[in-house]
């Protein structure tokens, strides 16, 4: 049987990031890391759809 929620329940609201989660989001060197690792993934992933 489902249990019935009320609105507003503390169950409905996301989690608040922690400080090292906040860090990283705002450390431009780690944003760059990551950008760097996303754009090799997808132009791997173009070469592959375009091999032959």
């Known amino acids: 049987m ?3 929620r009320k609105p507003y329940e ?3 609201f996301a ?7 906040k860090f990283l989001r ?3 060197f780690w944003q760059l890391i990551k950008f760097a ?3 090799v ?3 791997l ?3 592959k759809s ?3």
Do not use: D, R, W, Y
């Open 2 to 4: 489902v249990e019935n």
């Open 26 to 28: 705002t450390f431009f």
């Open 37 to 39: 690792i996303i754009n």
């Open 50 to 52: 375009h091999g032959n």
């Open 10 to 12: 503390q169950a409905f």
């Open 15 to 21: 989690s608040k990031p922690l400080g090292f989660t």
């Open 41 to 43: 993934k997808m132009t």
């Open 45 to 47: 992933m173009i070469l």
